[in-house]
């Protein structure tokens, strides 16, 4: 099978930021291949390189064995044409009118056009299924149908590629198969080669055989979904953690983000005792808040960023002066508020001398049996100037504190109502 | 089912075509009968010279009110904006300040090609202003940018515009105000001749261009997927407009929203495919400002400039239009 398209060493990108880089790529005809990655990767300014919009700085665009930039721009159009995501057609041409546009080079200047040009336009409706509204104006259809019309318009441009630029991420999940499938058909019956780029992992994996994962201008896996499509390839690229499934009797890959956080109101009222400052507690005390649990807070300072997240959560909270060390009666009242809860909870705070009477809070209740929970990596925010802050918490988890990472992580740790008889009905 | 399935798009436009196609001819004689006695013709054997005074300035109306309109189509094409002119680009401006040079230093008295002439230089000189002026470091410019620079390249234009009148001699004063105002009355048949001929080729080519305008309406990257010159396409495209604006400002002076109202009109009527709709804003834009005229010239004792009656027309007409799309839900 010769090559419908040969990428070699293109560097490519706008005036002042480079996007591909010395990128190479392969495709043979009557391929049907997934572009991926994150934004910026590269995915659409590849697209404009083979579409001819876009001039590489260097390397060779070959396709159908013909350099890019020396094909005539009819040809080009007989050989590429382009679904975009979305296409603004700022006037009411009908179905019919935009779809004769995929015969722009051929159509006579004055004249009807010619037999065969009706023909392709009424063969591109017919399969794309817009025969029906031909006469509806485009800027009066919905998103799927007005979708099908553009992918109407580049049938009847009778292209041998087809590039699908996320050309279905604003179409429900009804048309968005729909027009998969038409593409597929295309693929399959009529030898079309077709490239798309899409966000949507799951659906690229279950209508393309092979797959090219880009980040950052460059191609970081090539292959069978299986092979691309690896929880380590996607946290490399999208910087985030998922869980791919494959299905063992279909082969299909199915893709969640994981871990999930579990749903709301697991917490069920039980209180935790929140030990934060300058800002750290934030996310903790809104999740927990979010879960469900009765969430207590202090000792902070007044003015805190922690302490106004907390109030503006509705969080109980013991407050000491601003700029002041924790007091006696703060930490009195502190002891009161950490003896209703049912667990005590360390953020990430940086301890210095002012706030290290809070560490008192966490071992006498450590003392009267609470499981306490420090987060890890007390060593990059002790700044006591004997490191007493680290030898204090080392202390707290030899005697059994739990040492949690992040805040998934901290909440299949904390007590929940399953491991709560009392709150059981 | 549908309800009572209604004519067809496709097939209502096409009688709409043959319907300006047909009443363009029967407005124009109309137009030729309005005099300042009454309707009637002049008697040709007794009055020769009114019927031909008549019969120029009809035509003189109908070219340039076809070329100021399809100069509307081509801009709104290219900017795909309905609301753009060759005002709002500040065309006829720079062609109203070049043709003025012409007239007030003399230049104009070297032969009828020497107003069309200096309006066309100064109105690509202001069209490459603009551009340049909107997308700074040969970046292509946005819509916004281009509209923006046009006003103020515009209002520029009309201030060296008044200052040269202000600084003019008292007899060409008065013609050069007379002029900005609009002015069907052919002083120079040489000159129309000139004009009109350059506007009704101008028309012409630009209907030539259908196909490719029409694929420009859809972006400047889907044209070039389709396989059109998009580059090539808008100089041409836009260059054409110029010499079209800049030959009727040469004749007539400044006539405004021709080339806002009737492209719209048309639109709605033959529909936005440039094939039909380039013809069609042809004809009505021409039949368009000779009725104007003929109103112009017969409505009160005093003959009114015609772009007076035009704006009187366009305007609320325009505005009633854009709250009707705006009701209907949002602009085309």
């Known amino acids: 099978m010769s090559s419908a398209i040969t990428l070699d060493g293109v560097s490519a990108g706008y005036r002042d930021r480079m996007v591909l880089d010395n990128f190479s790529l392969d495709v043979p005809e009557g391929t049907m291949l997934g572009i991926l990655g994150p934004n910026g990767a590269g995915k659409t300014t590849l697209f404009k390189v083979l579409s001819g919009l876009l001039v590489p700085r260097s390397g060779s665009v070959t396709l159908f064995g013909q350099p890019v930039a020396r094909l005539a721009p009819a040809e080009r159009a007989r050989l590429v044409a382009v679904v975009p995501q979305e296409l603004d057609i700022p ?173 709301a109101r697991v917490g069920h009222g039980i209180g935790i005792h929140v030990v934060a400052g300058g800002g750290c507690g934030e996310d903790v005390l809104r999740r927990l808040s979010l879960c469900g649990y009765t969430v207590t807070c202090g000792v902070l300072n007044r003015g805190d960023l922690d302490a106004e997240v907390a109030a503006a959560l509705g969080i109980e909270t013991v407050l000491e002066q601003p700029f002041y060390a924790v007091g006696e009666s703060a930490r009195e009242a502190a002891r009161q508020l950490a003896a209703k809860a049912e667990a005590i909870v360390l953020t990430s705070v940086p301890f210095g001398p002012g706030n290290l009477a809070n560490l008192d809070l966490l071992e006498r209740m450590q003392a009267a049996g609470k499981p306490v929970l420090v987060m890890e990596g007390i060593e990059s925010r002790d700044y006591t100037p004997d490191r007493a802050a680290v030898r204090r918490v080392s202390e707290l988890v030899t005697h059994g504190a739990a040492v949690w990472r992040d805040l998934a992580d901290l909440l299949t740790r904390l007590p929940t109502a399953a491991s709560h008889p009392a709150d059981l009905p | ?162 200052f040269l009148v202000s600084v003019a001699p008292i007899e060409g004063m008065h013609s050069v105000i007379w002029w900005t105002l609009g002015n069907l009355e052919v002083t120079s048949e040489a000159l129309l001749a000139v004009g009109g001929g350059l506007s009704a080729a101008g028309c012409l080519a630009i209907w030539a261009l259908s196909p490719e305008l029409n694929a420009i309406t859809l972006g400047h990257d889907m044209a070039h997927h389709l396989g059109v010159r998009v580059k090539v396409i808008v100089a041409v495209a836009l260059g054409l407009a110029t010499l079209i604006t800049a030959a009727s400002v040469a004749v007539a002076g400044l006539i405004g929203f021709v080339g806002l109202l009737v492209p719209h009109v048309m639109r709605t009527l033959v529909g936005p495919d440039h094939r039909r709709l380039v013809p069609a804003a042809a004809l009505g834009g021409g039949a368009f400002l000779a009725v104007c005229d003929a109103v112009a010239r017969t409505a009160l004792n005093v003959e009114i400039p015609v772009g007076v009656v035009t704006a009187l027309i366009g305007g609320p007409f325009f505005l009633f239009l854009l709250h009707r799309r705006r009701k209907a839900g949002g602009l085309e």
């Not at chain 1, 509806?136 to 799927?144: F, K, N, V, Y």
């Not at chain 2, 309800?3 to 001819?25: C, D, E, I, K, S």
């Not at chain 2, 900017?79 to 230049?107: D, H, K, M």
């Open chain 2, 1 to 162: 089912m549908k309800p009572a399935a209604p004519v067809p798009r496709q097939t209502h436009q096409t009688r709409m075509f043959w319907l300006v196609l047909g009443l363009t001819p029967v407005l124009l004689g109309l137009c030729v009968l309005m005099g300042a006695a009454g309707i009637g013709l002049p008697d040709w054997t007794t009055q020769p010279v009114i019927l031909r005074l008549r019969l120029t300035r009809v035509l003189a109306g109908f070219l340039i009110g076809a070329a100021l309109s399809c100069a509307g189509v081509v801009l709104q094409a290219i900017l795909r904006n309905p609301l753009a002119e060759p005002y709002v680009l500040g065309v006829s401006s720079g062609a109203g300040l070049g043709a003025a040079v012409a007239i007030l230093t003399g230049f104009s008295a070297l032969g009828a090609f020497s107003v069309p002439l200096s309006s066309f230089v100064l109105a690509v000189l202001t069209l490459l202003t603009v551009y340049r002026l909107a997308g700074p470091g040969g970046s292509r410019p946005s819509v916004f940018g281009l509209i923006l620079s046009g006003v103020m390249v515009s209002s520029v234009c009309s201030s060296l515009l008044m």
């Open chain 1, 91 to 263: 006037v009411a041409y009908t179905v019919q009118d935009v779809v004769m546009m995929g015969r722009t080079t051929s159509l006579s200047r004055w004249g009807q056009p010619s037999a065969r040009d009706r023909q392709i336009v009424e063969r591109a409706m017919v399969y794309t299924d817009v025969a029906d509204i031909r006469d509806r104006p485009i800027t009066e259809l919905s998103g799927g149908e007005r979708q099908r019309a553009i992918v109407a318009l580049a049938l009847a441009q009778k292209p041998r590629m087809i590039l699908m630029d996320e050309a279905t991420s604003h179409l429900d999940l009804n048309h968005r198969l729909e027009i998969m499938q038409l593409v597929e058909r295309l693929n399959q019956e009529n030898g079309v080669t077709v490239l798309l780029i899409s966000h949507d992992l799951q659906l690229a994996s279950e209508f393309c055989r092979r797959l090219v994962l880009l980040d950052a201008g460059r191609v970081v896996a090539d292959g069978r979904p299986a092979a691309v499509l690896t929880e380590e390839n996607l946290r490399r690229v999208y910087r985030c953690a998922v869980r791919v499934h494959e299905d063992a009797e279909t082969g299909g890959l199915s893709i969640l983000p994981a871990p999930r956080l579990p749903a």
